[in-house]
């Protein structure tokens, strides 16, 4: 059985997975800081955890019926070695698998592609301004090689831009986006961070100007034949 460390369990969303009925596994540990990580209690990789994948698994098998996918979040997944063999358990029981990451275990990432039915990958920013968001140097090389290795996937997937207006501008935004739909990317998601529960509390609460959100929001969509913005 597969040794993984949750830090959480959501047993039914419809939200995670679109088109799903998906159980989410927020697995433990990131070794990146986003200034607007919204889920900083998984950050540290050796908190405790009170949750074991032999019980998770039991739960799948119970609810079977009513699910048709499990979610892997985090955290990050790709940092957990059991990972793999966690997919592989899930999709013995007949459910898909999706996966929450920001690519930064990029030889993992490859190899564990053709095994997931869906991916939503985190891009932080432009290569050169990552750390500003993840605090952790050169993040952007692994977090740009994923989206390379997933682009040239057959593996469905979402590529998604959480934004604070502190940490890019709706300009930054457009330079972005131009440089993702240069490299193919067809489905992107802006999600626009609401300020709450940030990881750095010295992010002030700062909003993007309505009008000139409501700009990008239309040139966005005519740059992606999937576009999606979530306030
Ligand atoms: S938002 Fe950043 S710090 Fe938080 S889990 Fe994701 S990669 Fe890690």
């Not at 990146?32 to 739960?59: F, K, Q, S």
């Not at 997919?87 to 564990?112: D, N, Y």
């Not at 005519?222 to 306030?231: K, M, N, V």
Request: proline share 5%.
């Amino acid at each position: 059985m597969a040794a993984l460390r949750i830090g959480g369990l959501t047993p039914l969303t419809t939200l995670d997975y679109p088109g799903h009925l998906a159980s989410v596994v927020f697995l433990q540990g990131c070794a990146w800081r986003c200034r607007y990580c919204h889920n900083p209690e998984l950050m540290d990789a050796g908190a405790p955890t009170e949750i074991d994948w032999a019980d998770v698994l039991h739960m799948l098998h119970e609810r079977r019926e009513f699910i048709d996918a499990v979610v892997f979040s985090g955290g990050e997944p790709l940092l957990q070695n059991g990972l793999e063999d966690a997919i592989a358990e899930v999709k013995a029981m007949g459910l898909k698998v999706a996966l929450h990451t920001s690519g930064m275990v990029v030889k993992r990432f490859a190899q564990l592609l053709p095994q997931l039915d869906w991916v939503a990958l985190d891009i932080k920013h432009l290569p050169a301004q990552t750390d500003l968001v993840t605090q952790v140097e050169d993040s952007g090389h692994a977090n740009w090689a994923a989206l390379t290795r997933l682009l040239v996937s057959e593996t469905p997937y979402e590529v998604r831009t959480t934004a604070h207006p502190q940490l890019i501008s709706a300009d930054g935004i457009m330079r972005l986006a131009l440089t993702l739909q240069g490299m193919g990317v067809e489905n992107y998601a802006l999600q626009i961070s609401h300020n709450q529960r940030c990881f750095d509390p010295k992010l002030s609460n700062l909003h993007y100007d309505p009008l000139e959100l409501k700009e990008l929001e239309g040139k966005l969509s005519g740059l992606f034949p999937h576009f999606e913005i979530r306030h």
